[in-house]
């Protein structure tokens, strides 16, 4: 059994899968057949088990989450940039004459991680200090499994909605819709540019780590552009 599932979890799938078509699974090394009562049992008890240890893993690391925070341990990498290190970016992306490259290699850091820090509400406020610029826009977003034996779209709508989605602001009229509005701050167009095109980039990134893939645009609230 263990070569025809990665996990316990997706062989019950399968086997719920095969029962759904009619067809009966009969493991010969594990003396396993579905197709008979005790078949059926021994195969819910190794459901339920799976089930247990993952609750079990699931308590054991919270609670070791919870006893390292009482210790002031709070997790997680340090921080990329400091206070001094934003306030420089922020300062050097004002001035359109200086490349993302170069700021980068000035504050030793990445593209990604840049964007990232210069979203941050410690950048807006800094960034307000003088010509703040700010869009709405609409984010019409669909995301869909690559097989049905698998799944991960709702896990793969949490995580972009929590971890990309988020610092911009996603208002939705319909919360069970793919229709968000964002509001996305920046100082020139192409910041603008690089902003959407890393929020396209991130939400396949996620997708494709829960298997699968995203369908997406995103356009101003009057229709004119689009990306």
């Not at 990498?77 to 001094?84: L, V, Y």
């Amino acid at each position: 059994m263990d070569r025809l599932g990665r996990s316990i979890k997706h062989l019950i799938e399968l086997v719920n899968h095969f029962n759904e078509l009619g067809i009966g699974f009969k493991s010969l090394q594990e003396n396993i057949d579905t197709t008979t009562s005790s078949g059926k049992l021994i195969f819910h008890i190794f459901a339920s088990l799976a089930e247990f240890e993952r609750d079990l893993i699931s308590e054991r690391t919270q609670a070791g989450l919870k006893s390292a925070r009482s210790r002031g341990r709070l997790g997680g990498r340090p921080k990329s940039m400091d206070d001094t290190k934003l306030k420089l970016a922020v300062e050097m992306m004002k001035d359109v004459s200086i490349p993302v490259k170069k700021v980068c290699d000035t504050l030793n850091v990445s593209k990604s991680t840049l964007y990232r820090y210069l979203r941050t509400k410690e950048a807006k406020i800094l960034k307000e200090k003088k010509d703040p610029k700010e869009i709405k826009l609409n984010l019409h977003l669909r995301v869909e499994r690559n097989s049905k034996f698998v799944r991960g779209m709702k896990k793969s709508r949490k995580e972009i909605e929590r971890y990309c989605l988020a610092q911009y602001d996603p208002a939705q009229e319909d919360p069970y819709s793919w229709e968000y509005t964002l509001t996305i701050p920046y100082t020139t167009e192409k910041e603008l540019d690089d902003i959407i095109y890393e929020i396209y980039d991130e939400m396949e990134s996620i997708a494709d780590s829960n298997h699968c893939w995203t369908e997406a645009s995103i356009g101003t609230l009057d229709g004119e552009k689009s990306w």
